[in-house]
């Protein structure tokens, strides 16, 4: 089978690049044509890239000019199946992997003023993506939700029958991220950052630390019973914002800010629990890539991941993602005994292997071409 994938970046690091990345390679194997259009990408085998003209004036003009281009590209390629990563209107499956904007604006209402609140009504470029996901929504044959909170989302807000939404969960590596990691990555890591081998650590990997929750994890930092505890920073973000809350709280100089990183293992494996008080996430790649690792997670009832966490076990959902007293006390409890969690952590974890969410996509792109011959 020809198939085209919409990306319209393929060079970061962030956890949908590098899932998609792995689940290519996955494909790769099967016989199948795999064409990937995007307006920059990273190398790979066997793969046919098409390179998407992008005006970049604005992300409002970026997101038209990309979507307009990709549908005459699509047009011109005449794939069997074509797959979307991207707010796009010419596939015939779209993975919402950004989850549901309107969802996401509503949510933002807890951590905006009010003239910026008032400017989602008025900005082209909300008002442009809320047009396009209605179009998504009302006239792509299949919608991948991946998780049961965005197929509620898109249900709630556009009226989306239940039987055109497939939730099919993210997959994880679980040879690159797994405990093993930690015989031989833990120690070089810790002395490299200055942190003592019985330290504890907490990990947050995400860009974009407003959305993740950033500032409730440091204002939590003060509250917790272990004041020593260290929290590393893997991620894109307003830095120097983030240092001055840092001060603010009294915990500079617990907080180390590790910016992007590519060999992500080596940090989980350095660290005892995960933590992403996130305000919104379809579903947070780097949660499963922690229980993978071995890390008891924490996060939000607003990320589609915390379907998956048992709570108490192998970590917990907290209902509100600025509640910084109880965050404190889910780290304290997480931290005094981690042994048993770190291994329920990881046997959750193995039930979301990369292969089986290849193998789930590979067989709806197949039931969607049979369908149309």
Same mark, same amino acid.
């Given at each position: 089978?020809?198939?085209?994938f919409i990306?319209?970046? $393929?060079?970061?690091?962030?956890?949908?690049? *590098?899932y998609?990345?792995?689940l290519?390679? !996955?494909?790769?194997?099967?016989?199948?044509?795999?064409?990937?259009?995007?307006?920059?990408?990273?190398?790979s085998?066997d =793969?046919?890239?098409?390179?998407?003209e /992008?005006?970049?004036?604005?992300?409002?003009?970026? /997101?038209?000019?990309?979507?307009?281009n990709?549908?005459?590209?699509?047009?011109?390629l005449?794939?069997? @199946? /074509?797959?979307?990563?991207e +707010?796009?209107? @010419?596939?015939?499956?779209? +993975?919402?992997?950004?989850g549901c904007? +309107?969802?996401?604006?509503r949510?933002?209402?807890?951590?905006?003023?009010?003239?910026?609140?008032?400017s989602?009504?008025? *900005?082209p470029?909300?008002?442009?993506?809320?047009?396009?996901?209605?179009?998504?929504?009302?006239?792509?044959?299949?919608i &991948?939700?991946?998780?049961?909170? #965005?197929?509620?989302?898109?249900?709630?807000?556009?009226?989306v029958?239940g039987?055109?939404?497939? #939730?099919?969960?993210?997959?994880?590596?679980?040879?690159?991220?797994?405990?093993?990691?930690?015989?031989? +990555?833990? #120690?070089?890591?810790?002395?490299s950052?200055?942190i003592?081998?019985?330290?504890p650590?907490?990990?947050?990997?995400?860009?974009?630390?407003?959305? !993740?929750?950033?500032? /409730?994890?440091?204002?939590a930092?003060p509250?917790?019973?272990?004041? *020593?505890?260290?929290?590393?920073?893997?991620?894109?973000?307003?830095?120097?914002?983030?240092? !001055?809350?840092?001060?603010?709280?009294?915990?500079?100089e617990?907080?180390?800010?590790?910016?992007?990183?590519k060999?992500?293992?080596?940090?989980?494996a350095?660290?005892? =629990? $995960?933590?992403l008080p996130?305000?919104?996430?379809?579903?947070?790649?780097?949660?499963?890539?922690?229980?993978?690792?071995? %890390?008891?997670?924490i996060?939000?009832?607003?990320n589609?991941?915390?379907?998956? &966490?048992d709570?108490?076990?192998?970590?917990? #959902?907290?209902? *509100?993602?600025?509640?910084?007293?109880?965050?404190?006390?889910?780290?304290?409890i997480?931290?005094?005994?981690?042994?048993?969690?770190?291994?329920?952590?990881?046997?959750?974890?193995?039930?979301?292997? =990369?292969?089986?969410?290849?193998?789930?996509?590979?067989? %709806?792109?197949?039931?969607? @071409?049979n369908q149309?011959n």
């Amino acid at each position: 089978m020809k198939i085209a994938f919409i990306k319209k970046k $393929f060079t970061a690091f962030g956890g949908a690049e *590098n899932y998609l990345a792995t689940l290519i390679e !996955k494909l790769k194997g099967g016989n199948h044509e795999i064409h990937v259009l995007a307006s920059g990408w990273r190398e790979s085998s066997d =793969i046919l890239f098409h390179r998407i003209e /992008t005006m970049n004036l604005n992300s409002l003009i970026s /997101t038209i000019s990309f979507n307009q281009n990709a549908e005459r590209a699509i047009k011109a390629l005449r794939p069997d @199946c /074509t797959l979307s990563f991207e +707010r796009t209107t @010419c596939q015939d499956i779209f +993975r919402a992997s950004d989850g549901c904007h +309107r969802e996401w604006l509503r949510l933002r209402r807890f951590i905006d003023g009010p003239a910026k609140r008032l400017s989602f009504h008025i *900005n082209p470029f909300h008002r442009t993506l809320l047009k396009m996901e209605k179009e998504i929504f009302r006239n792509t044959p299949i919608i &991948i939700a991946n998780s049961n909170m #965005v197929k509620a989302e898109i249900t709630k807000h556009y009226g989306v029958r239940g039987d055109r939404i497939r #939730v099919l969960y993210n997959g994880v590596d679980l040879k690159r991220f797994s405990p093993a990691n930690r015989l031989s +990555r833990r #120690v070089p890591l810790r002395k490299s950052r200055g942190i003592g081998l019985q330290t504890p650590v907490i990990l947050f990997v995400g860009s974009g630390y407003e959305r !993740k929750g950033l500032g /409730t994890l440091i204002a939590a930092l003060p509250g917790m019973e272990l004041n *020593n505890a260290k929290l590393i920073v893997v991620g894109r973000g307003n830095t120097d914002k983030f240092r !001055k809350i840092a001060l603010r709280n009294g915990v500079e100089e617990r907080v180390i800010f590790a910016g992007a990183q590519k060999d992500i293992e080596k940090f989980y494996a350095a660290s005892d =629990i $995960f933590v992403l008080p996130t305000i919104y996430d379809p579903f947070s790649n780097v949660v499963l890539e922690a229980l993978a690792s071995g %890390l008891p997670v924490i996060t939000t009832r607003h990320n589609g991941a915390s379907e998956i &966490i048992d709570q108490g076990i192998d970590g917990f #959902v907290l209902e *509100n993602a600025l509640d910084s007293a109880e965050l404190a006390s889910r780290m304290d409890i997480l931290l005094a005994s981690p042994g048993t969690a770190r291994k329920a952590a990881r046997q959750k974890a193995e039930n979301f292997p =990369i292969e089986k969410s290849a193998r789930e996509l590979i067989d %709806l792109i197949t039931s969607f @071409c049979n369908q149309e011959n």
